[in-house]
């Protein structure tokens, strides 16, 4: 593969505990929704590659779960995975919220940084929520913690600052090829990514009732007579009781998730769909071996 010497890449693990906005910085870096957002902590479970093409760099990002104390088994692969690419990137983005004091999450995180040679930028997110004059401590206080190689205050929501990220991560990167086409925005198939957008919805949808027991699985995807793609979803809960309050009284919450659902995945896709939902339950999924395995994690 020839190399441009003018031209760079390189791979960006993003890393943050839960519900700092990586997900959100990451779709506003690459101008498109690939990985799915949610004021839930832990919405990001599984490891997400998301490409950037620019003239003169391919940045690839790896979205990651946020680092928390694991609860169960899917807790344990979700922290393992974050903790992995940080000896397998050339740079790493600390993302911190700036409306949140440091604590335990950070202090933790900043424990695994000082094992790792990576270089580390501190991306100081959701500056729009604070006054300017709180901005410096909280870079101070950082900065006492860990020799960070740049710190780059923005907004990933209001897209404040994002060139300047661009600008600040280029510097550590060496001259690479273009790894992937320009119009290749993840590495992950079709099929996690349409899921993740149902789960995204239910999520939305259930708010504080079905925390984290959801899993979806796509059971088919076929192209039709008139050339719509018809899709068949199973969205999976750990208890009975669950699966009516993810259906809803008659079935309206389901057919409000299908509906938004679709509109995301269409906008994916380019064409229009047929979205077939159903909901079963498997009773303490995120426990098993073979039922995380079945649903991708591991």
Known sequence: MEVNKDHKSGFVSVIGRPNVGKSTLINSLIGQKVVIMSDKPQTTRNKIMCVLTLDDA??????????????????????????????????????VDATEDIGGGERYILELLSLVKTPVILVVN??????KTKLLPIIQKYSACYEFVGVVPISAMEHTNLDGLIIEVKKYLEPGPQYYPEDMITDQPE???????IREKVLHATRDEIPHSIAVDIEEITTRANEDLYI???VYVERESQKGIVIGAKGQLLKEVGKLARI???NLLGSKIFLDLWVKVKKDWRNKEGSLRSFGYE
């Open 191 to 197: 099929r996690l990514v349409i899921a993740e957008m």
């Open 232 to 234: 068949r979803a199973v």
């Open 58 to 95: 391919q940045i690839l990002f790896i979205d990651t779960p946020g680092i928390h104390k694991p609860k169960h088994k899917l807790g344990e692969y979700m922290l393992k995975a974050a903790e992995n690419t940080l000896r397998e990137v050339d740079v790493i983005f600390f993302v």
């Open 264 to 266: 995301d995945i269409e």
């Open 126 to 131: 959701k500056i729009d929520k604070i006054e």
